[in-house]
């Protein structure tokens, strides 16, 4: 099998997740060819350099554009600020290459909407980065949901809440900016709509009140300047199958450090999760007596897949990174024609619209369906 020539372009946060998932891709799962770490692009050819030997990719470049005109490359990284993706991932795919853009697709629903349609012409896979969908604890939350272990599901509650904005005195930087989009919704927003369509489905309806906690913010090079995006967001929300549910979000949560909690009530119990403790599931069921009954966790282990991939014993736990060489694997799945857990541009642009419904809901003051 032909090894995948592989481009990361932007290596803060999430390119380095992007670049221990390539690295590591083929020794967890074995299946494939081992990818090759071609060309990585920064914002200068030194960073670019230094990146490149850090990460084990072997070209550099200062200029996105000539990592796209490579002929080796297969498959593109985009990990760059919001702003950038669709103008990225729109020439990568013109040029014949597979793509694996982080969360959200763009600022904008039409830019969203472009980059859908550039995939579909180029008729290469295009998937999004929403890792948390991968994780074995919640792959065995949708196994319990569609076997009816807690009954027919009636409400799902989602709470995002981080605490990086949380000190009025934090910087201004490009996630205050509106050229980011509107703030929590799409920073956060984007990653509890992966989760609560794939365990519920599609939204019929939402809506939304934003608030921002601090209004300017102090800028590295002296002075302040406006706050232009929302760091809270709360939204009440209705599925096409009649659940009720709400997404909170807030990014300036003190105390908050990597929280997504997800309650799921059903006619006969109930399911907790925390991201912060992302290896125990809690589980209700009516199957004890009333005297016994109560929240069980259950830890994951071999026989949630695809922990057996990473290690042989039980309760070990995975952690943020793994989330992402699992979405990879299942990237590759895509590319080699089979099935996988993953979301396209094509599911991508329906959680966008979720998230330009939840904006227009706030504006508007009313209850908004992502297919007005
Ligand atoms: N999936 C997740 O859980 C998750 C978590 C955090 C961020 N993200 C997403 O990842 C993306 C990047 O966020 P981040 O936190 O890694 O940002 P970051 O600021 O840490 O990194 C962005 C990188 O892109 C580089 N860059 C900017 N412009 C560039 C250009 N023109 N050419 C090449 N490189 C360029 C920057 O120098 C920087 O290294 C965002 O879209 C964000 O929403 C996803």
């Known amino acids: 099998m032909k090894s995948l020539g592989v481009g990361l372009i932007g290596t803060g946060y999430m390119g380095k997740c992007h670049a221990l998932?390539?690295?590591?891709?083929?020794?967890?799962f074995g299946e494939g060819a081992r990818p090759r770490l071609l060309h990585l692009a920064e914002v200068s050819a030194d960073l670019a350099r230094q990146r490149a030997d850090e990460f084990g990719f072997e070209k550099s470049t200062g200029d996105w554009r000539q990592l796209i005109a490579d002929p080796d490359v297969d498959i593109v990284s985009i990990t760059t600020p919001n702003q950038f993706h669709a103008e990225m991932t729109i020439a990568a795919l013109a040029a014949g290459k597979h793509v694996w853009c982080e969360k959200p697709m763009a600022p904008t629903l039409d830019d969203a909407i472009r980059m859908r349609d550039a995939a579909r012409k180029a008729g290469k896979v295009a998937?999004?980065?929403y890792n948390y969908i991968q994780n074995p604890s919640i792959r065995h939350i949708d196994k319990l949901l569609r076997e009816k272990t807690i009954g027919t599901v009636n409400h799902i509650r989602v709470e995002m809440d981080e605490d990086f904005m949380a000190d009025p005195e934090a910087h201004f930087y490009w996630k205050s900016a509106s050229s980011s989009g509107y703030g929590a919704l799409d920073d956060f927003g984007v990653h509890p709509l992966s989760l609560?369509?794939?365990?519920?489905?599609?939204?019929?309806?939402?809506?939304?009140?934003?608030?921002?906690?601090?209004?300017?913010?102090?800028?590295?090079?002296?002075?302040r300047r406006t706050v232009e995006t929302y760091d809270i967001a709360t939204t009440l929300v209705e599925f096409e199958n009649g659940v009720s549910g709400m997404i909170a979000l807030n990014r300036s949560a003190w105390g908050r450090k990597g929280r997504l909690g997800i309650q799921i009530f059903g006619a006969e119990g109930a399911i907790v999760f925390e991201q912060e403790?992302?290896?125990?599931?809690?589980?209700?069921?009516?199957?004890?007596?009333?005297?016994?009954?109560?929240?069980?966790?259950?830890?994951?282990?071999?026989?949630?897949?695809?922990?057996?991939?990473?290690?042989p014993a039980p309760g070990h736990g995975l952690g943020f990174n793994d989330l992402k060489i699992i979405e990879c694997r299942q990237l590759l799945n895509l590319i080699e024609g089979k099935p996988a857990v993953a979301i396209t541009f094509e599911e991508g642009v329906e959680i966008e619209r979720a998230v330009h419904a939840m904006a227009r809901s706030h504006a508007e003051q009313r209850w908004v369906s992502p297919k007005e």
């Open 21 to 28: 998932a390539w690295n590591a891709v083929k020794p967890v």
């Open 277 to 311: 403790r992302m290896n125990e599931i809690q589980l209700y069921t009516l199957k004890e007596r009333d005297t016994e009954r109560g929240f069980r966790t259950i830890l994951t282990a071999p026989h949630h897949p695809p922990y057996d991939k990473f290690l």
């Open 196 to 223: 609560v369509t794939t365990l519920i489905g599609p939204l019929a309806r939402v809506f939304s009140h934003q608030a921002k906690p601090y209004p300017d913010r102090p800028l590295k090079e002296g002075g």
């Open 127 to 129: 998937v999004l980065g």
